[in-house]
């Protein structure tokens, strides 16, 4: 059973360009997570979706940001016009949505912003 | 909000055992884990508790809430090098994944000989 999918490992953009990072749950998850970490720091909650709905985003940044987890096909969390500010590991969680419900984390997406 | 607080740094000889402790502010959290992040890669889930458990125990990890002090600890026993890591607390509110997890910024596990 894989586990938390999430490409590509490593993003480089410039100024300016836009980032978009895919994150496969792990098989039977229908919950979806996105984190973010910056360096020397723990992983700050920006999103929380099911298909076809965000259920939580009060940890995203207002503009440039926007995540989707369409009826196919993985989560992207998209980062508009990006700034050197963006630059952090962005982690996906999966869960089942059911009991105890725990969260499966994938091995992240490092980005650098030029 | 929530907010989680670690010590940064925890430094033990190989052999010993390792508590890494945990605070927290919101009595409503449910359930708290511990996650384990080795240099360059994604969080491992190491174990969870539910908050109306006193202590958990899995093979060489014991954790150990408090709730009336709001305080998590995890105790890894006879520590060896491949447990050098960085150990994230996280607390959710209620059925672990109906919000967003709160982290501490981790503990910083180094091994000496």
């Known amino acids: 059973n894989a586990g938390v999918m999430q490409n590509p490992r490593h993003l480089v953009r410039r100024r300016g360009q836009e980032a978009r990072l895919r994150c496969s749950p792990m098989k039977g998850h229908s919950h979806v997570y996105w984190y973010r970490q910056l360096p020397e720091e723990g992983l700050k909650f920006m999103v929380y979706l099911q298909k076809e709905n965000i259920i939580d985003e009060s940890g995203m940044p207002k503009e440039r940001f926007s995540a989707e987890f369409p009826k196919e096909g993985p989560s992207i969390l998209r980062i508009q016009q990006v700034v050197r500010g963006d630059s952090a590991a962005y982690f996906c969680?999966?869960?089942?949505?059911?009991?105890?419900?725990?969260?499966?984390f994938g091995p992240g997406t490092r980005l650098t912003v030029l | 909000g929530e907010d989680v607080e670690q010590s940064l740094f925890l430094s033990v000889r190989e052999g010993d055992s390792s508590v890494i402790n945990c605070t927290y502010t919101?009595?409503?959290?449910?359930?708290l884990y511990w996650y384990k992040q080795e240099p360059g890669a994604g969080l491992q889930l190491l174990t969870y508790?539910?908050?109306?458990?006193d202590m958990k125990q899995d093979q060489r990890l014991t954790v150990l809430l408090n709730k009336k002090d709001k305080h998590l600890s995890l105790r890894i026993a006879d520590t060896q090098t491949g447990d050098s890591a960085i150990y994230f607390c996280a607390a959710a509110y209620s059925g672990g994944g109906a919000d967003g997890l709160t982290f501490g910024k981790g503990t910083h596990l180094i091994i000496q000989p």
């Open positions: 969680a999966s869960s089942r949505g059911d009991g105890a419900d725990t969260q499966y």
């Open positions: 508790i539910f908050s109306n458990m």
């Open positions: 919101d009595s409503s959290s449910t359930y």
